[in-house]
């Protein structure tokens, strides 16, 4: 019985040791959802807005609206083009066209975030790749990591591809009474 109880004390004091501690693949599991939270305290995403016009002047190139158009998204209504200088800067073509969303792109607009008269798509996040170092102290961490831009589901509709440049970054993590936490950017 002596024995069991012991035992039962060690179990006990080394799980508890261990929910204390940071390893690379605890914070890198925290810093991928902390990436995937929409509205963190560091802005971890790239958007793509998108709404429906009557000819809207866009200058150069339809490419990013066609990528709507691929998706199934919206029905574009191109006008002739017409070159025209801004401000003294370059002279640039300037061309009408119509945005109409499609019953998918109307079905699509409930999952996403909308402001006047267009909506924000999160078309990329932040993806670890690795956490590469950690500095820890009693209470307090320096995480390591490096990570890349990659498509969300809609990022992938419109397609967009992991970027292959890797960043190297760091947090600030904290150790509450309920576990680490991500507090900052260091």
Known sequence: MKYAVLSLTLALTI???????????????????????PDNLINRHR????????????????????RAERAGWVVLTSYPCQKV???????????????TFTEKGKAETKNWKQSE?????????????????INAGPNAAVVQFTWHWAPTEYGKQLGFTPETEQVADRLQFQLF?????????H
Request: proline residues 4%; contains cysteine.
């Open 117 to 133: 008269n267009s909506w924000t798509i999160t078309i990329m996040h932040q993806e670890v790749i690795a956490v590469t170092g």
């Open 47 to 66: 958007y793509y807005s998108l709404g429906e016009f009557k000819k809207l002047i866009v200058y150069d190139d339809l490419a990013d609206l066609k």
């Open 85 to 99: 200088q801004v401000l003294g800067s370059p002279e640039r073509n300037a061309c009408p066209v119509d945005i």
């Open 15 to 37: 799980a508890g040791c261990s929910s204390k501690e940071l390893t690379r693949p605890k914070a890198a599991k925290m810093i991928q959802q902390f990436n995937e939270e």
């Open 177 to 185: 009474d309920d576990g680490w936490r991500i507090t900052g950017i």
